[in-house]
T-cell receptor, first 114, second 114 residues
């Protein structure tokens, strides 16, 4: 079955550490997205990529970094510069230019700072 | 800028009750409007959509009508079931500002009790 796989499901980070969240899709979608989900704030766009080796900042990119070396993969690194990283991170993908067909979302990674 | 405002939750209803979740939007261009649903432990799924004024989106007994005059896209269902318990997100895509990006509301948690 085609879909998006996010791992790990739960992640704990110590202060000052960088952590990387994995997102893999086998839908042959060109566009991929990272959203942050906080209670009472909805989903906010962190980064998106429409093609391999290219990506764009979203609304809250500070403290995060991404790469897009393969079409199937769009990992997100939460750096130590992100002061309040505790949240759920959702990865999504879509056919390029076809937002009306909907995004496919992964089930999320819950990141907690300890 | 583009934004979506949803009614505050949580919403608790008895089975077979009528559901309305309010959503209003602000957009600079000609938005398409969406409702996404997130079941516990899962990613978001597209529930329904409407692409122009007076369009009605429908799916699984849920309906929403695109009202340009009131800039609204309220979600309704005539008789909810326990299985409808989830978080519901209103979203828009504005072709003028970036057709590939979705702007989400804060989400409304619905709990249906037997």
């Amino acid at each position: 079955d085609g879909g998006i796989t996010q791992s790990p499901k739960y992640l704990f980070r110590k202060e000052g550490q960088n952590v990387t969240l994995s997102c893999e899709q086998n839908l042959n979608h060109d566009a991929m997205y990272w959203y942050r989900q906080d209670p009472g704030q909805g989903l906010r766009l962190i980064y998106y990529s429409q093609i391999v080796n290219d990506f764009q900042k979203g609304d809250i990119a500070e403290g995060y970094s991404v790469s897009r070396e393969k079409k199937e993969s769009f990992p997100l690194t939460v750096t130590s510069a992100q002061k309040n990283p505790t949240a759920i991170y959702l990865c999504a993908s879509s056919i390029l230019g076809q937002v009306l067909d909907g995004y496919t979302f992964g089930s999320g990674t819950r990141l907690t700072v300890v | 800028g583009d934004s979506v405002t949803q009614m505050e939750g949580p919403v608790t209803l008895s089975e077979e009750a009528f559901l309305t979740i309010n959503c209003t939007y602000t957009a600079t261009g000609y938005p398409s409007l969406f409702w996404y649903v997130q079941y516990p432990g899962e990613g978001l799924q597209l529930l329904l959509k409407a692409t122009k004024a007076d369009d009605k989106g429908s799916n699984k007994g849920f309906e929403a009508t695109y009202r340009k005059e009131t800039t609204s896209f309220h979600l309704e269902k005539g008789s909810v079931q326990v299985s409808d318990s989830a978080v519901y997100f209103c979203a828009l895509s504005d072709r003028q500002t970036g057709a590939n990006n979705l702007f989400f509301g804060t989400g409304t948690r619905l709990t249906v009790i037997p």
